[in-house]
């Protein structure tokens, strides 16, 4: 991964289902702690993650998918909940003093994900706890140029109009 293509973001407030934070009976401690042994049983190790993501807003740039590092498809996380698919691509966050945290994106594949849409224009981080982050903050969202680019103007892939194909790489 040398080919680090950065994109201005700021932070905003997601639905938080993913960390648990909308209380939302049906997921119980949140949607992440729910598939994280689901995904370490398919290769993808978590532990080093805070389980919530970090809602990044690059509009008005748009983000299109090339090659995830990972790909599951047909996730059977909850038995109460329709399959989906995920990927999951590298990324960096860059904050005011610099310092790289890296992290993944979290792709939820809009077209089997049954509710909770983000803008086309917002992807989820999942990184290490970052202490004193909060609603406003901006960043620097660094991308792996073989994994995913980003345009501007316009919006990015919305629900049910991915055209890219995703394979499962081994880390």
């Known amino acids: 991964m040398s080919n ?5 973001g700021v932070v905003i407030k997601g639905h938080g289902v ?7 009976p049906r997921f119980p401690g949140g949607t992440l702690q729910m598939q994280k042994p689901v995904f370490e049983k398919l290769g993808l190790c978590l532990d080093d993650y ?10 008005p740039y748009h983000y ?3 090659q995830s590092k990972y790909t599951f498809r047909q996730v059977q996380w909850a038995v109460d909940r329709p399959a989906e698919d995920f990927s999951f691509f590298d990324c960096r966050l860059r904050l005011r003093n610099g310092i790289p945290h890296p992290g993944l994106i979290y ?11 983000q803008d086309p224009g917002t992807l989820e981080v999942l990184t290490a706890f970052i202490g004193g982050l909060g609603y406003g903050d901006l960043l620097v969202l660094e991308l792996d140029s073989d994994q995913m680019v980003i345009g501007e103007g316009g ?3 919305g629900k049910g109009q991915e055209t890219i194909t995703h394979h499962r790489r081994s880390p």
Request: hydrophobic share 30%; no cysteine; net charge negative.
């Open 4 to 8: 680090w293509i950065r994109v201005p």
């Open 50 to 59: 805070f389980l919530g993501t970090i809602n990044v807003s690059i509009d």
């Open 107 to 117: 792709y939820p594949h809009p077209e089997t994900k049954p509710e909770h849409f």
């Open 155 to 157: 919006k990015g892939k």
């Open 18 to 24: 993913a960390s648990g934070q909308a209380d939302d």
């Open 64 to 66: 299109e998918l090339k």
